[in-house]
Every structure is written in C-alpha cells, then in structure tokens.
C-alpha cells in the first residue's frame, strides 16, 4: 500500500515557476513507479513524467521536457516536480500516483495509488 499526498500548487504569471511535492508512504518495502498525471477541465488526464524508487533515470513526456524537472528525496520520502517557464497550457490539476513498474508508464489505469490533486493555474 502506498499513500500519496501531493501539494505545492499555486497561481503564477506566464514565465514563472512552481515546485510541487508529492509525500508519500508505503508499508512494503517494495520499489514503485512514481509519476506525475495532470488534468484540466475537460480534457483527458495526461502524463507528465516518472521515476522509479529503486533508481534510474527520469522519463519526461515531451510537452514539458527543457522545463520541468522530476526528481526524488528518498531520506525524505518526498517527489519533486520542478516546473519552470510555465505556459497557460499548463494549467491543471497535478496527480501523483504510484504504482509496479510494469507496463505502459503514461496509462492511467496502470497505478493503484493517487493523491489527491493541486491545483496549478498560469495566467497569460
């Protein structure tokens, strides 16, 4: 089981920044995939990028890749999306999930384990 609780959320002009966080938990000792999934009103949720706790490179979709960067503090059991020059199209609700490391990585439906969601707005 692993619990998830994302944050960091906020309003920002065009060109800024906002770093969220994503706290989670887990009662194994099991490595998982770690991402992060947003979604803006009436649209699909989409992945934006991922990691896996036992190590590796990070994977970014292409739409944020040169701005946004994920990254993972073990001793602090926390998931990091750094988002620099920020677009209005990046406005949305962010997720963290969790989930195996197994199958396709940008497939909602492949992670067992959400947070809840926070908010990120842009504003032209």
């Known amino acids: 089981q692993v619990q998830l609780v994302a944050s960091g959320g906020g309003s920002v002009q065009a060109g800024g920044s906002l770093r969220l966080s994503c706290e989670y938990t887990?009662?194994?000792?099991?490595?998982?995939?770690i991402v992060w999934f947003r979604q803006a009103p009436g649209k699909e949720r989409q992945w934006v990028a991922a990691?896996?706790?036992?190590?590796?490179?990070?994977y970014y979709h292409d739409y944020v890749k040169g701005r946004f960067t994920i990254s993972l503090d073990n001793t602090k059991n926390t998931l990091y999306l750094q988002m620099n020059s920020l677009k209005p199209a990046d406005t949305a609700a962010y997720y963290c999930?969790?989930?195996?490391?197994?199958?396709?990585?940008?497939?909602?439906?492949?992670?067992?384990?959400w947070g809840q969601g926070t908010q990120v707005t842009v504003s032209s």
């Open positions: 990691l896996y706790t036992g190590g590796g490179s990070p």
């Open positions: 887990s009662n194994t000792a099991n490595k998982f995939r």
């Open positions: 999930a969790a989930g195996e490391q197994a199958g396709s990585a940008d497939v909602p439906t492949n992670y067992d384990y």
